[in-house]
Each structure stands twice: as C-alpha cells, then as structure tokens.
C-alpha cells in the first residue's frame, strides 16, 4: 500500500482523546476491526507517516501474526517530499515474501512478537521484537498452531517447519547432532529468526534484558542471543546493555518523579547479565568519553543517556540496522524506540515535515498503544515508565545527544552545569515572534491570534514553539502588563488577539525546591510547592525568596553583574533540538496533568506532581491523584 497525504492535523483535543483512551484500554489487534476510535489511531499513524515516507503495509488485521501488533505493520521504504511524492513506484517490498518471513519467524520470539522495523535512518531499519522464546514456548505455540491449522505448522522430520519451506531457504545449520543440546523445532524456528534479521539487513542487536534468561516459578521462560549455546547469532555485534525493568519506575514515582540520584539494585538475585559492549566497539567509541565499566554507578538518568548514545553511535556508524528488545518488547523497547525517534527528528533526520504535536501523537499511538503496552496495569502499580520517557526528554536537549554529534561533526556547545536548570517548570511564557519551527508554513507575518506567537521558559531558556487556536493553553494579562500562558479545559478555548500581547513580557514561573522534612512542614506548608517567581523575557528571575530552592539556580545568575543600573544578561539562544524536545515535553506534561495525574493527593507536594497539579488546578480541573 502507498503512503498517503491528506493534509489532515493532529489538533490538541486529539492527544487529550487519545491519552485518555490509552490509559483506559490495553491495545488488542483483534479489536481493531469493530472499534471506530483503534480505526481512527491507525488512520492517523498511517497519515503522519505519509508525510514524509513510502511506505507499504502488511496484514495483521486479525492478529493471525501478532495479537498485540498494530492491524497493518508499516514497512517504510524510502523519503518522499512535495517533488516527488505523486511519483509512481512501485513497492520496494515483496510484500508476500516479507508476509512469509514474519509467519515463519514469529514462534522464534516470546509472545510472538516478532522483529519488526518501526522507523528508518539513511536507508538502514530500526527494529523492535520481545527476546528469544524458550523452547518449551516453541514447541507450546507450536503446537497451538498445529491444532488451528490443520497440521500445517508441525515439524517435518528433518526437523524443518513445513510452510513450505524448501532445504535451500537454509541459513543456519548446527554443528553436530542438534537433539544433543537443542531440540530440532528450536533449531528451525530460530533459523528462521536470523533469516529475518538478514532480510532486514539487521547488523546490531541491543539487549535490554537484567536476566540472561528469564525465570518465572522455577522454569525459564525466555532465552535471548546472548546465551544461546549454539551460537547462531555470532554473525551480529551483540551488546547487552541490562536496564531496569518497569517495576524500577515504581521507586521513580515514589521518589517524586525524580530521577537523579536514583540507582538501581543490581545485587538482586534475579539480575545475572552483565553489560557486553564488544571490545572492538568500545575503541571505535571513545569519542562518547563513556566509561562501561561504571555502569553499576549510574543513575537512571546517566544510564538512559549512554545507552542512547551508544545506540546512536551504531545506528550512524554501522553499515546495517538496529534491533532493540527486552524481554516482551512492550516497557522497555517502546522506552528506547520512542526515545530514538524523537531524539532522530529533532535532529531534522526523521520525519522532517512533522510538528512537535505531530510527533508526540505518532510516537504514542505507535511505538507505545499500538505495540500493547499497558498503561492502564502500569498505572495502577504505580509503575510510570511511560511518563518517565517523555519527561526525559529534558535530559537530552543537548548537542551532545544529536546524531550529528555522535557523528563527529562540530556542534555548538551544550549547556554547562553551571548555568540555571528549571527542569520542573512547565508554566509557558509569551514572546512576540513566529515559532522557528513553523516559520516555513507562515511566513506573511500575520498574527490575527495567539498562534504562532509562544514560548516555554524550560531550563533557562525560552523555547519558542507554535500554538494553535485549538491549544490547551490560555493567555492570562496581569495588571502589570505580564502575559502569562496556562493550561485550559478543551472546553474553554479562547482566541486572544495579537495585540493584547507584549512585546517584552514577563511570565510567573514555578522554582522547584525539596520535599520538606517533618520540622519544616508544620512551619513552612503555605510553601510547600516551591514560589512563584517572575521571570523576564531574557530569562532572569525576580523576587527570589525561598531559601529551600536550588542554590544552582541562584548561583549562575548572581555571578554576573548585578548591581543598580546594570543590564540583565541575553537570553540563551536555544538550538532547533533543544526547541523541538521542549515543545513535545510541554505538550505532553500539560495533557498528562489533566488526562492520567499525578500520585499525589489534593494538597499537592513538592517537585513537579505537586507544579503540574497546581497547573491542573489552576484552570479550573484538578489533576486525577491518588492512581494507586
């Protein structure tokens, strides 16, 4: 099937609806065919697609692949723009060929959920599957397949699937007598794994797994590349890089949705993989100043970022594609996939035409609903791994996280740890000026309304990004002239003229500070959130007056001149990534604040649960609370 553009938008109301159907339902492909809304998604993913790629299509419409796959697997083939989109080529694909492969492939990987691409950079697959099944799950789903085909998928007994599969579609054939360490089926299905992977030209295979095999009352339950004893996979760079399964993101949420300082338990009896990064890979990427060996010392934030790096650096470097995968591909895989999208367009290398809204949309509906993961269970165990992904994005706003980067190009420098950091702020400032990432679509310079013409203070910096007449966000005048952005209920939208909007404006902006200890609660509750600070268009604050907020913050501003009379410092001028991946984060933030919440209950407590609360409640609804 041929990509298509309809010229349709992703408007803000459509990420409130959809945030909200996902945390209330778990995605079942088989549910897809007698549901208008999962038919409404999957239209939209394949329209955002269409944007800037060929594309084609396989079948999952039943689940006869994959019973939590999306009901049509989109194979992207090449980039198109205006120039060329209205070509006619005809699909790179075999697409009965590829259909072939994932049927024969599918009973290799737990669940069924085979490797499938979901994105693609210069030409080469990114990747995402759950680990390698057990035997005892080959030969279970085996079996199953066997009783609701007729016989069709037993084994010959040369050990070979019969699909129809020919002796010549061989690709692995073990040393030795393989009944003495596998069984023949495993053998067979495992083949078919690889068969697969060279088909997609996969030359890296990234393992999130903390266990070399996965046990469960006793018995092992998965098996992954790393420890299978033929060694069928040493035709691929293996690296394990074991990462913190959901449960960890419990302690996240509990921990007050702060992630530095946060390490995880690596002396746990279930954890037995260790990082395997190849020798000869470490030498060719020491230009990443990673030191592996101090992996167990890292927060999750630190880990997060190195092992986004290191993918990053292969996915360029490499000659092939990336495979990525935990153990059933719905936690930790959407973690790493969607990050790796949205870290790869805001470069300008991935899905160049599509807006901050745009993305977050794709990137939810796809890498996260549509590939099953739970929120709704994950949710109600406190276990917020899909909010942790896109609140991290702060932490790779830098230079250092481009592709561009890790290429070896010049980039302009990332920000010191010296310089201011409002990494909970999420209140939107105005500033008068068309966003840089929309200025190609509207260039008359006309502002009849509030679009086009807003900022997000993040950070330190005032990030400009676009928004529309159907926003979240509302425009509030003090007395004192300051235009400040907050978010609304749907229902209230409003159009504010360009004109009731300064040119040199200043907005009220949330200082995080530390929970308070017992002693301090009794006597400082009035405050318990932080203040209210102003902040001028260059970004200094004013009034700064909690003697609880970070001293960082308080220390890069005062280091300059600041004496009667003195001009306030320039503001920082933020590169597109940093813009790009503040915009999404805000977007995100403000519909999470109103569709799922925060832990915390009505009185709200310190650090961001308790900011977007108060931003949920300022606006006329509170933020739900109490999830667990």
């Known amino acids: ?60 419409s039943g689940g006869e692949l994959c019973g939590h796959y999306p009901a049509k697997l989109v194979l992207l083939e090449y980039e198109v723009d205006d120039a060329t989109r209205s070509t006619k080529v005809g699909s790179l694909y075999d697409l009965g060929w590829m259909h072939e492969l994932f049927t024969k492939a599918r ?30 799950e080959v030969y279970g789903r085996s079996g199953l397949d066997f009783l609701f085909s007729g016989g069709g998928g037993m084994p010959t007994e040369d050990g070979l699937v019969s699909y129809g599969m020919s002796r010549d579609q061989t690709v692995y054939v073990p040393n030795g007598n393989s009944s003495s360490s596998e069984w023949q089926l495993v053998d067979s299905i495992r ?34 590349e790393k420890v299978d004893k033929e060694h069928r996979y040493a035709d691929f760079t293996l690296i394990s890089v074991p990462y913190p399964g959901c449960e960890f993101f419990k302690d996240y949420r509990d921990n007050d949705y702060v992630a530095e300082g946060l390490v995880f338990e690596w002396n746990q009896g279930y954890v037995d993989a260790d990082l395997q990064v190849p020798q000869s890979l470490i030498e060719k990427s020491r230009c990443l100043g990673i030191d592996w060996d101090r992996y167990r010392s890292w927060d999750l934030i630190k880990l997060t970022q190195n092992y986004l790096r290191l993918m990053l650096y292969c996915l360029h470097h490499g000659d092939s594609g990336l495979l990525v995968h935990c153990i059933s591909g719905w936690d930790r895989t959407p973690l790493l996939t969607s990050l790796l999208r949205m870290s790869l367009w805001a470069d300008g290398k991935m899905h160049k035409s599509l807006s901050a809204l745009e993305m977050l949309y794709l990137t939810i509906a796809y ?32 230079e250092e996280f481009s592709i561009d980067k890790v290429k070896g190009e010049t980039t302009r420098p990332s920000r010191s740890d010296s310089e201011p950091q409002f990494d909970d702020t999420v209140l939107i400032g105005l500033e008068d ?13 006309s502002m009849s309304s509030i679009s086009s013409m807003s900022s997000c203070v993040l950070d330190g910096t005032t990030v400009p990004f676009t ?53 301090e609660a009794g006597s400082k509750s009035a405050s318990s959130v932080g ?65 799922v919440g925060m832990r915390n209950g009505p009185e709200y407590g310190g650090g961001l649960s308790g900011l977007v609360g108060q931003l949920a409640s300022k606006v006329g609804f509170r933020a739900r609370s109490n999830i667990v």
């Open 107 to 136: 009973l290799a990987r737990c669940r069924s959920r085979f490797v499938v691409p979901v994105m693609m950079y210069e030409g080469k697959h990114i990747c995402r599957s759950a680990t390698l099944a057990s035997g005892a």
């Open 191 to 224: 083949m078919q794994d690889i068969r697969l992977l060279k088909a997609l030209n996969i030359g890296t295979i990234v393992d999130l797994m903390v266990e070399n095999k996965k046990v469960k009352f006793g018995m092992q339950v998965t098996s992954s």
């Open 531 to 595: 203040s209210w600070q102003i902040v001028t268009e260059s970004g200094s604050i004013r009034g700064f007056t909690t003697s609880r907020d970070s001293p960082v913050m308080l220390g890069s501003e005062s280091s300059g001149s600041s004496g009667p009379g003195s001009s306030p410092p320039e503001p920082k001028e933020a590169s597109m990534r940093r813009m790009r991946l503040e915009e999404v984060r805000c977007i995100f933030l403000a519909h999470y604040s109103a569709v």
């Open 1 to 60: 099937m041929a990509g298509r553009e309809d010229g349709g938008k992703i408007r803000y109301e459509e990420i409130h609806s959809l945030l909200d159907f996902f945390s209330k339902n778990t995605f079942k492909t088989k549910d897809t065919q007698g549901n208008a809304r999962l038919k409404a998604i999957h239209r939209k993913c394949l329209d955002l697609f269409s944007k800037d790629y060929k594309y084609a299509t396989i079948d999952n």
């Open 367 to 398: 890498d996260w609903h549509l590939f099953g993961h739970n929120l709704q269970d994950r949710l109600g165990k406190g276990e917020e791994i899909f909010f942790f992904c896109f609140n991290f994005l702060k932490h790779i706003t830098g």
């Open 467 to 519: 928004v529309g007449d159907d926003s979240p966000f509302i425009a509030e005048r003090h007395t004192n002239g300051n235009v400040a952005m907050m978010m609304q209920p749907v229902a209230h939208r409003a159009v504010v003229p360009s004109s009731s909007v300064s040119s040199a404006c200043s907005s009220p902006m949330a200082v995080p500070s530390k929970k308070p200890t017992p002693a």
């Open 433 to 445: 000026g068309s966003s840089p990432a929309r200025r190609h679509r509207d260039s008359s310079g």
